[in-house]
């Protein structure tokens, strides 16, 4: 649908012009532009970013840089991502709508709107991803004081997304329920182990879609620490995770349903990580 | 304000709103392979390929395209002659109605560019952003692989 309110589109030739732009009046930055039309604003004037050197993925093992303007299909496609935490990043993706959007959405663009029931979110959560910004100067957050302290509804360019150095002995999974491959999530989970000797050094667990934001299930990771990941002990964190998480009704499902799809996904993240270790070990 | 673009092989230039989506230039122009369905990125029946890779149009602004190139399913022919999946989805019986077949053929087109020897999972996967009301995409799946094993070399199944 044509957007009424929009008189002037842009190209800035740099950040600085494009931050200044943004500053001036009644603007928005336009990405893959999918939100920017779904979900007008009374914005006059849309700034494109996508011709600013702002895409790209480097790096390995030792962490991963990603550009705002990178979209879900380049990540898709990235052999340092299919490389990166036994491929979680893309197995996240190819649950995100379909190809038709991936093709256009940027992971700027998703963070920078922060659906709730963003797939992205929770698995950057437990990836322990920081943000990358522009407000006149470079700024690098954690990912969850980035929406702790709402910076996405702030004036700023998102500018990229880095991920730290991978330790050996490291697994991640993430899952996504949802009533089809293409639907959006009725809830997310996603969680990440590290081990040493066969035994849990750190965890972090994650739920979204509940139907608020995605948020760090600090309590059931705890249960995780200093102990060998077995079935017992992913049995326990699941029942923790069921206790911890706030889930509420939406149209898409209940709170009672989303309480038991907790306590099933942390258990399959769980379940899946502990496979992962078993085959690198 | 001014945008240039390639569609469909021919250079061309449009004057726009800065607000206006893709779909509702093509559409204007001409291009009514292009289907306008829901305008929410659900149904693909919108898509064309930007810069090679299958979009809804519906969620690209026309000012966005400026400098860039679009097939639209108009463009999928070539001398006159059907693509493959074309060819493929008329012998295979995958159009019914054919509000649908456009944007498949698109999504299908940017699938076999990009893996010209998908498994069933990934065709399934390159059509799920595209609804069909009247098939039950059985047939659509068939044609692709059908257009695949044609493509490369072999005849009919
Ligand atoms: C049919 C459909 C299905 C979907 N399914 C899923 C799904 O399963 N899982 C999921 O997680 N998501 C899903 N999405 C959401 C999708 O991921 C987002 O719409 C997309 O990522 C937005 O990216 P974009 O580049 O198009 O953003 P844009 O529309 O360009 O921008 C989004 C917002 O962020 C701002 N912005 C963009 N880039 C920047 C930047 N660098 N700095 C500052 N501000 C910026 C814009 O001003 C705008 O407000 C779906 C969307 C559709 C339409
Ligand atoms: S009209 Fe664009 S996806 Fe339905
Ligand atoms: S053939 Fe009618 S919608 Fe697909």
Redesign the pocket.
């Known amino acids: 649908m044509t957007l009424t309110k929009v008189s002037e589109f842009v190209r800035p030739r740099n950040l600085t012009e494009a931050f200044s732009l943004l500053e001036e009046k009644k603007a928005?930055?336009?990405?893959?532009?999918?939100?920017?039309?779904?979900?007008p604003?009374p914005a006059e004037r849309l700034i494109d970013?996508t011709a600013l050197p702002?895409s790209g993925i480097e790096g390995g093992e030792e962490g991963v840089s990603i550009g705002?303007?990178t979209t879900?299909t380049e990540l898709l496609e990235s052999p340092v991502l299919r490389g990166y935490l036994n491929g979680a990043v893309c197995e996240m993706l190819r649950?995100?709508?379909?190809p038709l959007?991936r093709n256009?959405?940027?992971v700027?663009?998703?963070l920078?709107?922060g659906?709730p029931?963003?797939?992205?979110i929770t698995l950057f959560l437990v990836i322990g991803a920081d943000v990358t910004?522009f407000d006149g100067e470079e700024h690098e957050v954690p990912i969850d004081r980035f929406y702790a302290e709402n910076i996405h509804r702030r004036r700023?360019?998102?500018?990229g997304i880095n991920f730290p150095a991978v330790r050996r002995g490291t697994a991640a999974a993430f899952i996504?329920f949802?009533r089809t491959a293409?639907?959006?999530?009725l809830l997310n989970c996603a969680a990440l182990v590290e081990t040493a000797d066969g035994r849990c050094t750190a965890a972090r667990i994650a739920v979204g879609g509940t139907p608020r934001r995605a948020k760090l299930l600090v309590r059931a990771a705890a249960e995780l620490a200093g102990k060998p990941l077995s079935e017992e002990v992913v049995v326990q964190a699941a029942r923790a995770a069921q206790d911890e998480a706030e889930v509420g009704d939406d149209i898409r499902a209940s709170a009672d349903y989303r309480r038991e799809l907790v306590g099933v996904g942390v258990y399959r993240v769980l379940s899946r990580i502990r496979e992962r270790l078993e085959g690198s070990a | 304000m001014k945008i240039a673009v390639k569609i469909n092989d021919v250079q061309r230039e449009f004057s726009i709103t800065p607000g206006e989506t893709l779909l509702e230039l093509l559409r204007r122009e001409g291009y009514k392979g292009v289907k306008k369905g829901c305008e929410?990125?659900?149904c693909g029946a919108c898509a064309v390929l930007l810069d090679g890779r299958a979009v809804n149009s519906c969620?690209v602004l026309a000012a966005k395209v400026d400098g860039h190139t679009v097939v639209t399913v108009e463009g999928l022919e070539k001398n006159g002659e059907l693509a493959p999946l074309q060819e493929a989805f008329l012998d295979t019986g995958a159009v019914q109605c054919g509000y649908c077949t456009p944007g498949m053929l698109i999504a299908a087109t940017d699938l076999l560019a990009h893996n010209p020897d998908p498994s069933e999972e990934e065709i399934k996967e390159a059509i799920s952003?595209n609804l069909c009301r009247c098939t039950g995409y059985v047939k659509q799946v068939e044609a692709i692989k059908l257009a695949v094993q044609r493509m490369r070399g072999g005849e009919d199944a």
């Open positions: 928005r930055i336009i990405a893959g532009g999918i939100d920017v039309i779904l979900f604003t970013i702002l705002a303007t879900m649950q995100v709508a379909s959007q256009l959405a940027t700027g663009g998703s920078m709107i659906h029931w963003s797939d992205l910004y700023v360019i998102l500018t996504k949802s293409f639907d959006i999530a | 929410t990125g659900d969620l952003g």
